[in-house]
């Protein structure tokens, strides 16, 4: 490793909030040299960043879960890095960490701003780098507890995921089926229903581009939707609301339709009928979940070793192609987990 | 009394379905000659119904909660009688009971008939015949399971009922003051505002012909909304979503402002505010909670005998004006919980 005042890091900075879909110009390049950690402090190398479509809402200036990502201010994203510095007891030069690492190179941490950057060691015994940011990182805790905790499922329900051969929605599926559920996805394109329902043991899907949602619904789900984890909101939020069974449980986790409007968010015009089901629906926020993570990542590491819940990823490498790989978690390019790879690990 | 054989009936029945807002031709006006009960039969003279939101979704034909009422059919309607002759051990001539009569001056029903219809005495300590239709009714049933079952009021808790002078709000609101939360309403006009706040003892009351819901929200609801009891929808429901507090309870009861729509329902814009807060929204539909109507009955008249629940009736009278008071309910002219008086007691 060469000294750490010889690195130089770069950065992709929020230079704009975005109008609609986030283009180049909405971002900045900046390179500066890479500092030493102060007392407490801990410097990461990035590996790996885990691009979501909960990205698009911090570019807004909005009142959201968490405060948008200032104009100027690096790009949040969660990662895995290796420490190459540390003034810190509970990291060690070479451990594999987690955490708000952002768009960069390198990241350096105070001391007090560990804790706010969730950064923490990762077991490569429990799973891989790209399983990390995956099944074991925020998309696979979202999918757990969205799933388990507000969704409630019972062996023999009927569960329906949108956006199913994404991060969370493979996930969710595999889990669903894994927990005694029938599971029916809705994914874009014939190779990905082809993978949820080859590879990952979905018991069908339903491929949106190619015709009717609520015909497909109607042919899977003969008995009603009793869990449906909506990650993508618009039209096919109101078609699944449409096939509600008795007392059934929606999961809003996303709206990945809705993010890149310019014009108001599509309200679900079919709401009444949770009414007429006596239905919920009901939204849900990861971080709420994080005192629990340790208890998820034992269960989901167990499947991955068992072979019952995969993991796909979708990798871009280098740093500089991050603003165009965002837009394809957007117009639905990606085809698994989507991953900006930053270095070897 | 009469020989039964002596008797008419007028009957409202409904002669085809409407578009929009009914009018007198949706209505067909009938008189039968009244048959006397066979084994197991009660005959009812019907003394006043309740006029419900609920019964213009029962004229379109849509699934639903229950089955529409079918062209030529006595229009359904839940109400007050008294029996008037019975050949059923349960049932004593001179007897009071509450049921779905019907819009009709007289409801006959066989013994197969009566568990459907829900006839079932009722007991002049508990309530007046205004108060059996209202706190004591349906109306008090639905304020009832809606506001503690699925709303999940805890004290101190900002509670926002929309249609709040109506049936259901004004035993939602005072029931919520009752249970130690702070209580708004929404309402259209002074005099609701005024007597929400005066009368009922609101903490306070939004205006919403007055100005905006949106503003009157903010300043009466500082800490954001906890539980909010929608019996309105459409633009207040996108309102009350944008003013919610983190686990918010939203409990959805109806949507008169879309009952008459003939373009679809709106949507709320705002639903992504139940992601953000963690909030939920869950249908309810009152005849779930049939087993538990003597508790809450019982709950309900203790408060209305020690003064701290009020029931306001809006009587209107004669059977031939039910087309026109039904209209009253959507224009918002309705003052308190609408009667339809066919019969005095």
């Not at 040299?33 to 102060?38: C, D, K, M």
């Not at 949820?196 to 339903?206: A, H, K």
Request: hydrophobic share 40%; proline share 5%.
């Amino acid at each position: 490793m060469p000294a750490i005042t010889a690195l130089t890091n770069q950065q992709i900075r929020l230079a704009r909030r975005p109008n609609g879909m986030p283009v180049r110009d909405d971002w900045s390049f900046t390179t500066e040299e890479v500092g030493e950690p102060g007392p407490g402090g801990v410097l990461v190398k990035t590996l790996s960043l885990s691009l979501d479509p909960a990205m698009r809402g911090w570019m807004n200036d909005a009142k959201s879960y968490i405060p948008p990502v200032g104009i100027g201010e690096v790009m949040r994203a969660g990662g895995i890095g290796r420490v190459i510095a540390s003034s810190n007891a509970s990291f060690a030069e070479g451990d594999l960490v987690t955490g708000a690492l952002g768009v960069q190179q390198y990241a350096l941490f105070a001391e007090d701003q560990l804790r706010k950057a969730g950064l923490a060691k990762i077991d490569l015994r429990l799973g891989t780098i790209g399983q990390w940011l995956n099944a074991l990182g925020m998309p696979g805790m979202t999918a757990y507890f969205g799933l388990l905790d507000v969704g409630q499922p019972r062996p023999g329900d009927t569960v329906v995921v949108s956006g199913a051969a994404g991060a969370v929605g493979q996930t969710v599926g595999q889990l669903a089926r894994i927990k005694g559920c029938r599971v029916v996805g809705i994914a874009g394109g014939r190779a990905k229903c082809d993978f949820v329902v080859n590879t990952l043991g979905f018991d069908g899907c339903i491929d949106y581009k190619a015709g009717n949602v609520k015909a497909g619904l109607k042919e899977h789900c003969p008995k009603g939707v009793d869990v449906y984890f909506d990650n993508v909101g618009g039209d096919i939020l109101d078609d699944v609301l449409a096939r509600l069974g008795r007392g059934a449980r929606i999961v809003i986790c996303g709206a990945i339709s809705q993010y890149n409007n310019t014009t108001p968010v599509q309200g679900p015009k079919n709401y009444l009928s949770l009414l007429v089901n006596r239905a919920s629906m009901k939204g849900m926020v990861v971080f709420d979940y994080a005192d629990r993570y340790p208890q998820a990542i034992a269960e989901l590491s167990g499947y991955l070793k068992d072979g019952r819940l995969k993991s796909r990823e979708d990798v871009v490498e280098g740093i500089a192609n991050f603003p165009d790989a965002l837009v394809k978690l957007f117009t639905g390019e990606n085809f698994g987990k989507l991953v900006l790879q930053v270095a070897q690990a």
